[in-house]
């Protein structure tokens, strides 16, 4: 594959990394250990992350509309906005703009997230937020702690699926730190040789928060078998169909407002079938613009597998360093982005 059609994301996949996660937490050893997210155990919530549920004010069909067509920022085309159902009361977007930072506690080249202390996290993330606040007053903007808690290995484990769950203190920590900043959370699942069917009712406790999301990798799926890492995973129609009507049994079930779903892209072949992604009240889909390099290998991207096979909302991500490893690149900008067609209301940083 050439490399203009290969952006790869850096999400996850450094050999350190697996060397790292497994040798202080293997699958094997997280087995019968209390707080920790085990092959045959369920994950555990402490009393003290439960979270009161706000009452829900109806939706405003007028406002959304008005909104739906401000995010699309003048396309012609007829593909933005998408149509579809309304959403439940409650829903994020398209009122709020959500930023989020991403990564894993056990590594520093995962993200911000194991890269910096709590404190330096939530105001490095507080400052992003106001710089998207002040590029477009005319929605709010909102902090997210997107955590890897599913992360694809280098070695196959005990299991042989080449992936680890992190421990409950882990997904916990994150959900505390995002309470400190008023956050909502993101739990993200690299299932490699797994399946969504296997690694999603895992996080179930969490996904009953109000507050907490979902986000799935297609890049770490292998389907054929292959090792994380060697080839560029797939994800169809079908697995993100079977994601969303789980978190949408969630919330009707748990009367929750509506949950976002994130999925990540930046190859043709990541997302298959996308016409069959069904669009439901209780799930809000963002497909993300999850490569690196140069900024307008950057917008090509979002251009080609975002923006021509729309589904619902979109998001962009956006590497601290990964985005200066090509010559004349730079760390975009708010203003930037915002330039693109629809505008993005997911932005990640890693």
């Given at each position: 594959?050439?490399?203009?059609?290969?952006?790869?994301?850096?999400?996850?996949?450094?050999?350190?990394?697996?060397?790292?996660?497994?040798?202080?937490?293997?699958?094997?050893?997280?087995?019968?250990?209390?707080?920790?997210?085990?092959?045959?155990?369920?994950?555990?919530?402490?009393?003290?992350?439960?979270?009161?549920?706000?009452?829900?004010?109806?939706?405003?069909?007028?406002?959304?509309?008005?909104?739906?067509?401000?995010?699309?920022?003048?396309?012609?085309?007829?593909?933005?906005?998408?149509?579809?159902?309304?959403?439940?009361?409650?829903?994020?977007?398209?009122?709020?703009?959500?930023?989020?930072?991403?990564?894993?506690?056990?590594?520093?080249?995962?993200?911000?997230?194991?890269?910096?202390?709590?404190?330096?996290?939530?105001?490095?993330?507080?400052?992003?937020?106001?710089?998207?606040?002040?590029?477009?007053?005319?929605?709010?903007?909102?902090?997210?702690?997107?955590?890897?808690?599913?992360?694809?290995?280098?070695?196959?484990?005990?299991?042989?699926?080449?992936?680890?769950?992190?421990?409950?203190?882990?997904?916990?920590?994150?959900?505390?730190?995002?309470?400190?900043?008023?956050?909502l959370v993101f739990l993200d699942i690299q299932?490699?040789?797994?399946?969504?069917?296997?690694?999603?009712?895992?996080?179930?406790?969490?996904?009953?928060?109000?507050?907490?999301?979902?986000?799935?990798?297609?890049?770490?799926?292998?389907?054929?078998?292959?090792?994380?890492?060697?080839?560029?995973?797939?994800?169809?129609?079908?697995?993100?169909?079977?994601?969303?009507?789980?978190?949408?049994?969630?919330?009707?079930?748990?009367?929750?407002?509506?949950?976002?779903?994130?999925?990540?892209?930046?190859?043709?072949?990541?997302?298959?079938?996308?016409?069959?992604?069904?669009?439901?009240?209780?799930?809000?889909?963002?497909?993300?613009?999850?490569?690196?390099?140069?900024?307008?290998?950057?917008?090509?991207?979002?251009?080609?597998?975002?923006?021509?096979?729309?589904?619902?909302?979109?998001?962009?991500?956006?590497?601290?360093?990964?985005?200066?490893?090509?010559?004349?690149?730079?760390?975009?900008?708010?203003?930037?982005?915002?330039?693109?067609?629809?505008?993005?209301?997911?932005?990640?940083?890693?």
């Open positions: 594959m050439k490399k203009s059609a290969r952006i790869w994301s850096g999400a996850l996949f450094v050999l350190s990394v697996s060397a790292l996660s497994f040798s202080m937490c293997k699958p094997g050893d997280a087995k019968g250990q209390p707080g920790l997210a085990g092959d045959s155990g369920k994950l555990a919530v402490k009393s003290d992350t439960d979270v009161v549920k706000p009452s829900i004010p109806p939706l405003d069909t007028a406002l959304y509309e008005a909104k739906l067509l401000k995010n699309a920022n003048g396309d012609s085309s007829g593909k933005w906005p998408v149509k579809g159902v309304y959403p439940k009361p409650g829903a994020i977007f398209p009122f709020k703009r959500v930023i989020a930072y991403y990564g894993n506690f056990y590594s520093k080249k995962m993200g911000v997230l194991g890269e910096y202390a709590e404190d330096v996290v939530i105001d490095k993330l507080n400052g992003e937020v106001k710089k998207w606040q002040a590029a477009d007053t005319s929605v709010e903007v909102i902090p997210a702690i997107h955590y890897i808690a599913v992360t694809a290995q280098g070695s196959p484990g005990e299991t042989g699926k080449y992936r680890l769950r992190m421990p409950a203190s882990h997904i916990e920590r994150a959900i505390n730190m995002a309470k400190k900043m008023n956050a299932i490699a040789l797994s399946t969504l069917q296997e690694e999603v009712p895992q996080l179930e406790k969490y996904l009953k928060m109000p507050n907490v999301h979902l986000g799935i990798d297609p890049e770490f799926s292998m389907k054929t078998g292959k090792k994380p890492g060697s080839v560029i995973g797939t994800m169809d129609a079908a697995d993100i169909n079977y994601t969303t009507d789980y978190l949408a049994k969630l919330v009707k079930a748990h009367n929750l407002p509506p949950k976002i779903l994130v999925v990540h892209r930046f190859t043709q072949g990541m997302v298959t079938n996308y016409k069959q992604i069904k669009l439901q009240p209780e799930v809000q889909i963002v497909m993300d613009m999850d490569g690196w390099g140069h900024q307008a290998r950057k917008f090509n991207t979002y251009k080609q597998f975002v923006y021509k096979e729309p589904v619902q909302f979109t998001g962009f991500k956006i590497f601290y360093k990964n985005d200066l490893r090509e010559a004349n690149s730079h760390v975009l900008q708010p203003a930037e982005v915002l330039k693109l067609k629809p505008q993005p209301i997911y932005i990640q940083y890693q």
